[in-house]
Structure formats: C-alpha cells, structure tokens
C-alpha cells in the first residue's frame, strides 16, 4: 500500500526547467539548439573570483561550515556595495547571506508569515514565489498587473484589491517575466501604502545591477521594515554557485540566523568566498551588461519582423515578454512546437501567469549576441 504525500509537496512544477531539459536533450542529438528559456549568463565567475578560489583550493585551506549569517567579510563587502550602488547605508548586522536566493525566501516567508497568512504577488510574476508560500501553507494572492501599469502593481492597484487584508506583498524590480522597472515615485508610493496597512514588504532585486535607462531603486533604506532578497546569481554571474543574501529590519535577524542555523546550517564556504572576491569585478560585470544591451536591441529590432511585435517594456533583467495571442491560445504547445522547427528554446507564458499565460511566452537574451542574432533569423523563417 502506497504511504501519502503531503499536500506541500504536490506544487506545480517550474515549467522553464521542463523546457530546459526538453532543450537539452534535443541537443545531446546534434541538433541545433539556441538557448533563449532560462534567465542565468552564459559567462563563467568572473575572473578576479575565480582566482581566489584557485587560490583557496590549492593552498588546502578547510572550507568547513561558516556561521549561519555569513562570513563577516562577505556582510561587510554587500553593505559596500550598497553604498556604492545606491548610496545607501545598510548595517552589516542586518544582512544574511544565504544559499541562493531560493533560500532566501524561504527564510523570508519562515519568518515573516504565519499559515494561514495573504501574500500578494503579481501575475504574470515569478512562478516559484507562489509554489514557495504554498509548500509552506501561506496563501498566494495574484494581483494581475497589465501594460496600462508596465506589468508592476501601483497602489491604487493595491487599494483597488478585494477579500481579506494582505499580510504580506512581494515587488520585482526588474521584474521576470517582463524585465519592467518601477519608477522610483512610484516604488514610494507602494512602500507608504504598505506602511500604512500593515502589510510586510519583500523587494526582490535580484537582477539589480541589469538596467538599460530607468535605474532600480533598492528599498534596502527607504522602507526599514521590509526584507530585501538578492543574489549573486544574475549581475555577478554565480548561478549555480548557489549565494544569495537578504537585508532584513534588526529584529529578524536573529530569528532568521535561528532557522538558517536549522535549516542550512550555513550557506556554501567556498561560493562565499567566491562572493567576497567577485565586488573586485566590476569592469568585467558592467561588460556583460553591455552585451546584454547588445542582445536585446538585436531582439527588439528583430523580433516584430519575425511576428513577436507585442513586447512589454524592457528595462531591465534580460528578458522580453511577448504577446502572442494573436498566434496562439496555447503558449505550451507553441513553445514546444518552436523549439521541434526552429530550435529555438523559449519559455511559456503559463509559467507566470496560470490565468493569462496561455498567451505569452518569454525570451532570455541572458546568451551570446551571436545566439540572438541566429534566434531571430530561425524565427523569421518559422512559420507554425
């Protein structure tokens, strides 16, 4: 007799690593595959951090647990960055490195929210905070934004909401699946209207530091009761190293150093010290910003001629969100249809948005320009 599975468990998959392995495996049989599905750089650790960790691993030093928070060192080279970023002044005591921003949320929502507690996250929005807050018996509450707010909630959004009262709200800026900024006033404007109702911010940045024009505002100063979630994963080019970090207000740090210790014990030694190195990297971060500059022009002049001519605004991230209804009610199906006749992986809309999905579908331009430029020409020839 089969032993039940818990509820928690039974969330709904994320769909852009199915089309991930689908990709891969077109490719393992020689045929040409060009990758456009997953948001993470196809640039190594940048060089600088890859040096040191050379230079660790073969000194034989031990790379045993750290404390829960992080190395002290790293703490105090993230709240530089702010610094240098944003101008802002954020206390080493209140930031917590973690194992990817992953688990960065799951600190977050531990300690933030009950079960039983309302979340606010918008819709089309990054798939893994609903799957998260459910595994955890918190409820997602899907706010749908649109082109009339550049796919970002406002607070006449937020005011305009029904049912219960939210405990908690999640913003992205730079957003995935769209790539919107927020505007700064605007960002305010949130920040207030959560003060006011009592509800819990958490600012995912995560792809700060990959704007082309707007800039991204951090909350990290102007809103101290809110919890910012961050990684080394997307600017600074250490996806599967694992390493991410949240801001928190003083008064969660040490609940959150308690489920850290329990949960993670600490995050990766050598990815950290791999972070810590990495703030030396500059010039060779802001190059890969250009070329992913580079990319999306090629993909914003391209894409309409090839049918893709309904784009939300790309200011940020590396990616485009493009609205396909015109071609299709079934983004799944199409997807899977363009990577079996074109070769060009892309990820379905329903990933994002459970309601209005069906009609969307999202490029990453987070590859090589010679990759993009090879995307829109299959694209153009594609005629499903």
Excluded at 106 to 131: E, Q, W
Excluded at 188 to 193: E, G, M, S, Y
Aim: aromatic fraction near 8%; proline fraction near 8%.
């Amino acid at each position: 007799m089969a032993l039940k599975i818990a509820r928690r468990g039974t969330v709904p998959p994320f769909i852009v690593m199915d089309v991930m392995r689908a990709a891969a495996e077109r490719e393992a049989t020689g045929a040409d595959t060009l990758h456009l599905e997953v948001g993470q750089p196809s640039t190594g650790l940048p060089r600088k951090a890859a040096e040191r960790v050379a230079e660790l691993l073969g000194s034989g030093a031990p790379l045993g647990y750290t404390v829960a928070l992080g190395l002290p060192d790293l703490r105090d080279r993230i709240a530089g960055h702010y610094k240098a970023a944003h101008g802002a002044e954020v206390d080493p005591r209140r930031i917590v490195a973690t194992m990817g921003s992953s688990a960065g949320f799951i600190l977050a929502f531990l300690s933030a929210f009950d079960v039983g507690d309302r979340v606010g996250v918008t819709r089309p929005g990054y798939p893994a905070y609903r799957h998260i807050l459910k595994a955890l018996g918190i409820e997602p509450v899907p706010i749908p934004v649109g082109p009339e707010t550049r796919f970002q909630p406002t607070a006449e959004v937020l005011e305009a909401l029904d049912g219960p009262p939210l405990d908690g709200l999640i913003v992205t800026s730079p957003s995935n699946p769209t790539g919107t900024v927020m505007p700064p006033e605007e960002l305010k404007r949130v920040v207030q209207w959560c003060d006011a109702h009592k509800v819990r911010l958490i600012s995912d940045e995560i792809y700060h530091g990959i704007t082309f024009g707007m800039p991204a505002e951090t909350v990290a100063e102007i809103a101290p009761d809110a919890i910012v979630v961050n990684s080394f994963s997307k600017y600074f080019c250490m996806t599967g190293w694992r390493l991410g970090w949240l801001v928190v207000p003083e008064d969660m740090v040490r609940p959150i150093e308690c489920l850290a210790q329990n949960l993670f014990i600490s995050p990766p030694t050598l990815s950290q010290h791999a972070g810590i190195a990495v703030f030396d990297c500059g010039e060779e971060l802001e190059a890969n910003v250009r070329r992913y500059a580079r990319n999306r022009e090629v993909l914003l002049d391209g894409l309409p001629g090839a049918g893709f001519d309904r784009l939300a605004p790309a200011d940020g991230a590396f990616y485009l969100y493009a609205d396909v209804a015109h071609r299709t009610n079934d983004s799944l199906t199409f997807c899977r249809r363009m990577l079996a006749e074109t070769g060009v992986a892309a990820t379905p809309g329903v990933d994002f948005d459970e309601a209005e999905g069906d009609r969307y579908v999202r490029f990453s331009f987070a590859g090589s320009t010679e990759d993009m430029e090879r995307a829109v020409a299959a694209l153009k020839q594609w005629r499903p």
